[in-house]
């Protein structure tokens, strides 16, 4: 029999990438003052992006996911955002334009500011000091390791500011697909790309402009003609990155941002039988959609404890070290009914590995008649260190993850639902973007990681490296 699942019942599982706070008290505090705070999103938000995921999951739409490994408090700016929103829309822009299917863009912002660690601890110039967990945990300066339960009420409130500029930026003119040039190619030096992204936005505002005029003669429903699902006017992008996205590592944060509250009117279940959706449920409030890392999905902990409980649509990452069966018992504990746009797998084995890992994970997922949506991040299997020291990735290891990721699929007779990415638009003052990943039509290379590398994290594709890799993606969905 089940156990019966409450916000806490996590409290009993062993918890991997524990944080230990010395204070209890002081947490105690924090954690009671966060459940009296707003929610960030809404039960209405969360169900109608389940609703677009549903439709992925039958081949109606891709998703992306994207954004920074991990968040810090000092890079929410104003010009950080707009640069990140910025590079979020022309990515999925050209996505569109190849594949014109919805893009659904959840963005790993206004939230992501917790990691695992392979380890306890690390060293910094040359002591052994904590390791960095995040700005919600500690601080990155080697003072300042201790875990400062303070740090996690911080972490609401830049999610909140983070979340408020999103949501205004995407009912402004920016996010208006009738001139995405708005959102910035001054710095693409390649002239290739540029011609690229420019010749596709030139034929979108065309079309938007005849689609315009056919609604106004034939009076055509304009929402139909809105990709992503619109809010219904012609050329506004509806936009998921709204759809704030984090992994769910923190649970005092996460159950303290859990809510008991009515299941909007209109929601279909996507069960098979709508009559048993109970009038009130559980939502995690801090975002729309979480997700379970790699090194917390282990079946009787804590996380997965959590995660079985909550409303929201999930994410799941699976590593090479993911058995076929353990994938099957997991999809059974978090969706025991089965329910539709629910579960997404996030496959990140490295690049030589996806044949060996995923065809055997495609076949347990179909035993058990568990529907999924199957999505690739080529980032965390092709980590190295490069001879210089930095943590990098090669824009080929990358490539090379997704076409095998998309062969294993056709091959299996399966679908790639979308791809989970960490990259940025950032910029320094100068305009220039980061040096954190090797190749790409830059050529980036080992001696330029150290110009501008300014991760806290995972080492991210810069502006011009994402493109190079949404227009390999939008070539491929075009054949
Ligand atoms: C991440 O997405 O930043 C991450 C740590 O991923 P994974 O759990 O797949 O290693
Ligand atoms: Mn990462």
Redesign the pocket.
Known sequence: MTEEWTPSSWRTKPIAQDVKYANKDHLARVTDQIKHLPPLVTPAEIERLRHHLTRVETGQGLILHAGD??ESFEACTHRNITNKIGLILSFSLVLLWGARVPIVRIG?IAGQYA??RSSGTEIVNGKTVTSFRGDNVNGISPDDREPDPGRMLSAYFYSTTTLNYVRALLTSDFASLNHPRTWSLKHVRSPTLRAEFESISNALSDALAFTRTVGAIGGVDEDAYVKGGGRGVLGEVDFYSRCPFH?GLMLDYEEAMTRFLPIPAGTSSYTTNPQALPPKTYYNTSAHFL?I????RQLTNAHVEYFRGIRNPIGI?V?PSMKDEELARLLDIVNPDKEHGKVTL?T?YGAGKVEANLPGHIAAVRACGHPVIWVC?P??GNTHTSSTGYKTRHFSSIITEVTSTLAVHAQEKSRLGGV?L?FTGELNEQGFSVTECLGGSMQLGEEELELRYQSY??PRLNFEQALDLAFLLSDHYKQ
């Open positions: 490994c991990a790993r990691k695992p992994e997700w890392g790699d090194r917390t990452k590593g996030i990140r991040d980032m965390h989970s960490e994290c995972d």
